[in-house]
């Protein structure tokens, strides 16, 4: 029985990459796990056969988180599906991972995409919240991916970094009003992960020393790293840590 027995948690963008990788961890402790996905609904039910078999629960939604209509018609699958499970709509774990990158200089950024940056990286983040917060129990956990861009300097990716900065302000500004209910609210912010965002330079052999050189383990991060972050943010062990950007970029630029 794994230290989150009997817990519920929703992973956003949990289909690939990182989000996968808490998805399944998640899963391996006992969750019930909400996979969703956007477009990759054959990779978010590997994700749920994979918690399956290892004697977890799990189902996937998806959604264009992007708009409050999408997030609204996200969480009304949701509680239909764990009314028809628990008979019950509460919520213990709300991993606001699903995010996007834009590797364009200030120069060349183009406003719809700007705005489509800032959609799925800080409109989604915050209103999942709103939407999941009555439904989240006493004593339950909000995680955030935020980036180590945020404290090391990338001009190539201005929007980005701005974008998982207000992730660091909202995580600081809830802390004090979910702190008499007990619910924590702490995001991670990781540096180079080997993901599927992040594919094109992996394959480049340059642009993969340089992600490499990052940190002073001389290597990428796996997605397991982040997410055995997550899951102890997630147990009862966490339960002390609040506010918090907790940096997980294997030592980037330190």
Avoid at 40 to 56: Q, T
Avoid at 59 to 84: H, K, M, P, R, W
Avoid at 103 to 125: C, Q
Avoid at 211 to 229: L, M, T, V, Y
Wanted: zero cysteines; glycine letters at 12%; proline letters at 4%.
């Amino acid at each position: 029985m794994g230290k989150l027995f009997n817990k519920v948690a929703i992973v956003t963008g949990g289909s690939r990459g990182i989000g996968r990788g808490i998805a399944q961890r998640l899963g391996r402790e006992g969750a019930t796990v909400v996979v969703h996905y956007l477009a990759s609904r054959g990779s978010a039910e590997e994700v749920v056969e994979d918690i399956n078999r290892s004697g977890g629960s799990a189902f996937a939604v998806g959604s264009d988180l992007g708009t409050l209509n999408g997030i609204q018609t996200f969480y009304a699958t949701v509680e239909q599906e764990l009314t028809t499970r628990f008979g019950t709509t509460g919520i213990d774990i709300l991993v606001n991972n699903a995010g996007t990158s834009l590797a364009t200089a200030i120069e060349d950024t183009k406003e719809e995409d700007f705005d489509s940056l800032i959609s799925l990286n800080v409109k989604a983040p915050f209103f999942m919240i709103q939407q999941v917060l009555p439904h989240l129990r006493n004593d339950g956990r909000i995680i955030q991916i935020s980036s180590a861009v945020t404290r090391i300097s990338l001009p190539s990716i201005p929007a980005y970094s701005m974008s998982k900065a207000a992730i660091n302000g909202l995580t600081l500004s809830l802390a004090n009003q979910l702190g008499p209910r007990g619910i924590t609210i702490n995001a991670i912010a990781p540096g180079f992960v080997a993901t599927d965002m992040n594919a094109g330079m992996l394959q480049d052999p340059g642009s993969r020393q340089f992600g490499a050189n990052f940190s002073i383990f001389g290597r990428w991060g796996e997605p397991k790293d982040i997410a055995d972050i997550a899951v102890f943010l997630a147990s009862p062990e966490g339960g002390w840590i609040t506010g918090q950007v907790i940096d997980a970029s294997g030592g980037s630029h330190l």
